[in-house]
Structures are given as C-alpha cells and as structure tokens.
C-alpha cells in the first residue's frame, strides 16, 4: 500500500509499505477523503511532541473498514466512518472518560499523533480507538469529501455549545478561516439573532461572506470591531465571542466586545504570540464567563454528521481543492497559500 511518511520535518516520502496486520480487537480503514487541518502543516513545518517520526499525519478523514477484528461486534466491513480525533484512554483519564469528556484525558491521544493518520491507503484504528473513539457512521447519501469535514464542523459545535449559544444570542466571530465560517453557519442554525464576522483580510472576508450574507462583516483594516458592535448593539456588547483566529488581539477584542454576563470561548490557542494581559476587573464587574474549547467528543461528532447529512451546514462550499496522495506537500502549499477554505488529499488516488 501507499502511505505519505512524515520522516522530518519539511519531509513528506510518498513510498510503499507493508500492509497493516488487523489484531482481534482492531479495524482497518481505507481513508478515501482526507481534509488538510492547519495543524497537519504545522506538524510538518515545526513538529509536534506527541508526533514521533517516522509516521503517518492527517485526523480529518472519511472512510471505509476493510476489516475487522475477531472481538469487534459494533461495526462490519464495508461501513463507512468518519471519527473525532481525540480518543478518550482508559489508563489516564477514566474519570474523564466515563463522564463524555475524553478530549480532556491527560495523554490527550489523537489520530494522526500518538495514533495511526489517515494520509495513507489503510490506517489501524487500535483497540482503544475502537471501545472508545468517537466514530461515526456515514449516511449512504453522504458523500465522503463531505463527510471528512464532520471533524472540524464537530469542533465548531464543541467550542458554541460550551458558550451556552442559544436562539436569540448575538455572537461576534474572529478570524473567518474554516472553522470561523463554520461558526458563522452554526450561529444561522442555532438561531442567532444578530452575527459578528471579524476578519482582518479583506479577502479572506470576501471569501467568508457567502457563509452567512446577513452577518455584519468587519475588516479590521477598515473599521475598529469594538467601535462597531458597541454601536450596533446600543452599547450593550454581544452575548458570545468566539476567538477562531489564534492571536492575543483576537482573544483582546473578544474580552472588548462582550456584554454583562457575555461567554467568550478561546477556540484557538495561541503559538508564538505573547500572553494576553487581562484586567479581571472586566470580568469581575461584568460577570462574563471565559471558557476554553479544544477537540470534540462524540455527541459532537454525531452532530456534525447530523447537521451535513441534512445540508445544515453546506459541505462543498468549504471544499476548495483536491489532490492525490502523491501531491500531498502541494496541498499543504494550497492550505498556506490561504487561497481557499479546505484542501482534500484522496489517499485512493
């Protein structure tokens, strides 16, 4: 089979290896979609520490089971899955895991990190993936370049549903990449009253709007966020703010233009950007909730296959460019580029 070794970093080997050996406790998939996430480029570039080379990258797929283990029961060959990348372990977080929250479990294990990546013909899905991962069956009129998108979309539905989103709330997004248009289409469809788009780039705002014409998009280059939803909104601010850009103005602006008793969400971390500085008298004296969202869990991911089954949250308009497995370092040059929204590798071709 073919797989896209990551052997350094810069370094992608497209080469022939071995086929995977399925244990009795163990699936095999054969990733047919595989979208490029942000953080499969900065593997790539800059490396990881739960990412030991030589391995195989990617957690945003669609695929379908080859084969399947003596033990496993759940699931048949020739289902099709898509999966959260976090998986929940047993070892170190059982507390966390038993309670829904395997995302927060201390070893924080993840496909396409500590576990096998989908940029490759057949991935293993181990023994602990299988009982406790956040798999997915896929609809049969889902296709699977739609269907590998439900990861990021279920990651979106994670960071709005801990900022308490409701019908009615207004809501100001910052940073309008893939997840922050999600976010806006999220925001239509939990029933947002009033929407927020801050994007610094004029094109990249451009490119955002045919997600959710009727928000109020802000180019920072052009007008001060906090200036315009203060106005909008009579002074009162916005119930939520959500930071899917990973800079401390973002998570500023945020704090900024929150109301009395507002959420705001830090989706993106922050790397190679100074601490934020806060004056906790703001939250104090306006009673403001900050949380912080990373992953999914499997409610999540059920959803996000629920909302793109029934054309919620419209999958081919994030779809910007596909590729052969062979042509992966050029897709991660398409995603830097930002020339379009999502970039899918086909691992079958």
């Known amino acids: 089979m073919t797989a896209a070794i990551l052997e350094d970093l810069n370094k992608i080997t497209i080469r022939e290896v071995s086929d995977p050996v399925c244990g009795p406790d163990e699936m095999i998939v054969a990733p047919q979609s595989v979208s490029v996430c942000g953080s499969d480029v900065r593997i790539f570039r800059h490396g990881n520490k739960r990412v030991i080379p030589p391995t195989v990258i990617g957690h945003e797929f669609a695929g379908t089971i080859i084969e399947i283990g003596t033990n496993v029961k759940n ?21 966390y895991t038993l309670k829904g929250r395997g995302n927060l479990t201390p070893e924080n294990l993840a496909i396409g990190y500590q576990l096998d990546g989908a940029f490759q013909q057949k991935m293993v899905l181990d023994e602990n993936s299988v009982k406790y991962g956040p798999i997915v069956k896929i609809p049969d009129h889902l296709s699977d370049d739609d269907a590998c998108i439900a990861e990021p979309l279920a990651c979106a539905i994670h960071g709005l549903e801990m900022t308490n989103m409701g019908l009615g709330k207004s809501i100001a997004v910052i940073g309008l990449g893939p997840i922050g248009c999600m976010v806006l289409e999220l925001s239509n469809y939990y029933g947002a009253d009033k929407v927020f788009a801050i994007q610094r780039s004029k094109v990249r705002l451009e490119m955002a709007f045919k997600f959710l014409p009727s928000a109020r998009f802000i180019s920072t280059e052009e007008e001060d966020p906090e200036e315009v939803i203060m106005d909008e909104t009579n002074g009162r601010g916005v119930d939520i703010a959500i930071t899917t850009a990973g800079t401390t103005q973002a998570q500023e602006t945020a704090i900024s233009v929150t109301g009395k008793r507002g959420y705001v969400n830090f989706f993106a971390g922050l790397k190679g950007q100074p601490p934020l500085v806060l004056n906790s008298n703001v939250v104090h004296y306006n009673e403001m909730f900050i949380t912080g969202t990373h992953g999914s869990n499997l409610p999540d991911v059920e959803k996000a296959v629920m909302l793109l089954a029934q054309g919620k949250i419209s999958a081919p308009k994030y779809i910007s460019k596909k590729f052969p497995l062979r042509d992966i370092e050029n897709a991660f040059l398409y995603h830097e580029s930002r020339e379009g929204m999502k970039v899918i590798v086909k691992p079958q071709e």
């Open 75 to 95: 699931w048949a060959v020739g289902d099709r899955i898509t999966m959260g990348a976090d998986v929940p372990d047993m070892d170190t977080g059982r507390e």
